[in-house]
């Protein structure tokens, strides 16, 4: 029976088409097929697209619509309540969508600093041993995970609108007042000045986060300890900051706001729209920042607990001294999820009235018929901004990994 068996197998073999043989020619055959079914499968698609595309040019031609980008550099004609840089009815929809990106951009950022501030807060109070302060954080937190993130922005903006006038206005604080109206704050009496202030506050802050990031080069070059270092890279930032501030010549005097008939006059604003927006992101952002840095601190071993005891360490500086820096190489990489969220979500703005880039965009995109275009430029702004997101995160993240191997 064995030597049947190695008879077959030899006929087999030796009938078997030159270059392809046993389990080599079947595998061969194999990926021939797969490789014709991909092929067909993208021709497919391809032609799928190719036909959409011919269908949507031919509708739009019908409608009178040029297909392009050449929509952004007429007038936009309409109004945009809020914006970080100047901008009239007359102007581009170029620039109208960027004052919508930008104020994207600075919800996000003001968002994303109060909720992790916050969140990390509730998230060690979550742990405490005070058994009540541990049952509120957790109640807050299956509150807000519970409910949807539009149903809260509908209760924040209806509570700011619920406040009095402006007359009846609230003052907790000195030149700082709560109404209908809005926030008033005491503010920058000269027009552009806090945008010079913003940008001296990034150049400082560029240059801290360069010359952290380069410390222990700079520790070695300069032959001097790390505190040492770290006060040049101090110092550094300072004198960038003070210096973009001279080099504007913009003029710092602070205004109050104050109330004149009807209205106040004077200081800052900031509108119950973007107030509402901001609270709702940020108390839903920190519900699960909290979660992450509850995890994060339990993920590190009580042994590491005990040997700070051990040295006589107390609480708050085991916290923060040992345990929140173990524990941020999980709670890192799950933030990046908890920021890229919130960017996304602040598109919910369009339901509450604040100008952000959905709703310029939308509101473009209705004048122009560009539907296509519009739709285009508004994926690819949020991808942009969460990409650059993703990479300072992913460098974080990388450098703490190779800092906890050493």
Same mark, same amino acid.
């Given at each position: 029976?064995?030597?049947?068996?190695?008879?077959?197998?030899?006929?087999?073999?030796?009938?078997?088409?030159?270059?392809?043989?046993?389990?080599?020619?079947?595998?061969?055959?194999?990926?021939?097929?797969?490789?014709?079914?991909?092929?067909?499968?993208?021709?497919?698609?391809?032609?799928?697209?190719?036909?959409?595309?011919?269908?949507?040019?031919?509708?739009?031609?019908?409608?009178?619509?040029?297909?392009?980008?050449?929509?952004?550099?007429?007038?936009?004609?309409?109004?945009?309540?809020?914006?970080?840089?100047?901008?009239?009815?007359?102007?581009?929809?170029?620039?109208?969508?960027?004052?919508?990106?930008?104020?994207?951009?600075?919800?996000?950022?003001?968002?994303?600093?109060?909720?992790?501030?916050?969140?990390?807060?509730?998230?060690?109070?979550?742990?405490?041993?005070?058994?009540?302060?541990?049952?509120?954080?957790?109640?807050?937190?299956?509150?807000?995970?519970?409910?949807?993130?539009?149903?809260?922005?509908?209760?924040?903006?209806?509570?700011?609108?619920?406040?009095?006038?402006?007359?009846?206005?609230?003052?907790?604080?000195?030149?700082?007042?709560?109404?209908?109206?809005?926030?008033?704050? #005491? +503010?920058? @009496?000269?027009?552009?000045?806090? &945008?010079?202030? %913003? !940008? $001296? =506050? *990034?150049?400082?802050? /560029?240059?801290?986060?360069?010359?952290?990031?380069?410390? #222990? +080069?700079? @520790?070695?070059?300069?032959?001097? &300890?790390?505190? %040492? !270092? $770290? =006060? *040049?890279?101090?110092? /550094?930032?300072?004198?960038?900051?003070?210096?973009?501030?001279?080099?504007?010549?913009?003029?710092?005097?602070? &205004?109050?706001?104050?109330?004149?008939?009807?209205?106040?006059?004077?200081?800052?604003?900031?509108?119950?729209?973007?107030?509402?927006?901001?609270?709702?992101?940020?108390?839903?952002?920190?519900?699960?920042?909290?979660?992450?840095?509850?995890?994060?601190?339990?993920?590190?071993?009580?042994?590491?607990?005990?040997?700070?005891?051990?040295?006589?360490?107390?609480?708050?500086?085991?916290?923060?001294?040992?345990?929140?820096?173990?524990?941020?190489?999980?709670?890192?990489?799950?933030?990046?999820?908890?920021?890229?969220?919130?960017?996304?979500?602040?598109?919910?703005?369009?339901?509450?009235?604040?100008?952000?880039?959905?709703?310029?965009?939308?509101?473009?995109?209705?004048?122009?018929?560009?539907?296509?275009?519009?739709?285009?430029?508004?994926?690819?702004?949020?991808?942009?901004?969460?990409?650059?997101?993703?990479?300072?995160?992913?460098?974080?993240?990388?450098?703490?990994?190779?800092?906890?191997?050493?």
């Amino acid at each position: 029976m064995r030597n049947q068996l190695t008879r077959t197998s030899d006929v087999a073999l030796r009938d078997a088409p030159p270059g392809r043989s046993g389990v080599g020619g079947l595998v061969a055959s194999w990926w021939g097929g797969q490789s014709a079914a991909q092929g067909a499968l993208l021709a497919g698609v391809a032609l799928l697209l190719a036909f959409f595309a011919v269908n949507t040019v031919a509708n739009m031609e019908r409608f009178g619509i040029t297909p392009g980008f050449g929509f952004l550099l007429r007038s936009a004609n309409f109004e945009i309540g809020e914006s970080l840089i100047g901008y009239q009815p007359q102007d581009s929809y170029a620039r109208a969508m960027l004052v919508g990106l930008l104020n994207t951009v600075k919800i996000a950022l003001i968002g994303g600093l109060l909720a992790t501030v916050i969140g990390v807060a509730l998230g060690v109070a979550r742990l405490s041993g005070n058994p009540l302060l541990s049952a509120l954080v957790q109640g807050y937190v299956e509150l807000i995970r519970s409910t949807p993130l539009l149903l809260q922005l509908f209760f924040w903006s209806a509570t700011l609108q619920a406040l009095p006038g402006p007359r009846q206005a609230f003052n907790p604080l000195p030149g700082v007042f709560l109404c209908n109206r809005g926030i008033l704050l #005491p +503010a920058f @009496a000269e027009d552009g000045a806090g &945008g010079w202030v %913003t !940008a $001296a =506050l *990034l150049a400082g802050g /560029a240059v801290a986060a360069i010359g952290a990031w380069s410390r #222990p +080069a700079l @520790a070695w070059r300069f032959g001097v &300890g790390n505190q %040492t !270092a $770290a =006060l *040049l890279v101090l110092l /550094a930032a300072l004198g960038t900051s003070v210096g973009v501030l001279v080099w504007s010549g913009a003029s710092l005097a602070i &205004g109050f706001p104050e109330l004149t008939g009807f209205n106040f006059v004077g200081g800052g604003v900031v509108s119950p729209e973007f107030s509402a927006l901001l609270i709702g992101l940020v108390v839903n952002a920190a519900a699960m920042i909290s979660e992450i840095v509850r995890s994060g601190i339990q993920s590190v071993p009580s042994g590491q607990w005990e040997a700070a005891r051990a040295l006589g360490l107390t609480r708050g500086r085991i916290m923060r001294l040992v345990v929140l820096p173990q524990a941020m190489r999980v709670i890192v990489p799950l933030m990046t999820s908890s920021y890229l969220n919130l960017i996304k979500n602040s598109s919910l703005a369009v339901a509450i009235g604040f100008p952000d880039l959905v709703s310029v965009v939308n509101t473009s995109a209705n004048q122009t018929g560009q539907v296509l275009e519009s739709m285009a430029i508004m994926m690819g702004s949020y991808l942009t901004v969460n990409l650059i997101v993703s990479a300072l995160m992913n460098a974080y993240n990388q450098r703490l990994t190779r800092r906890g191997r050493r």
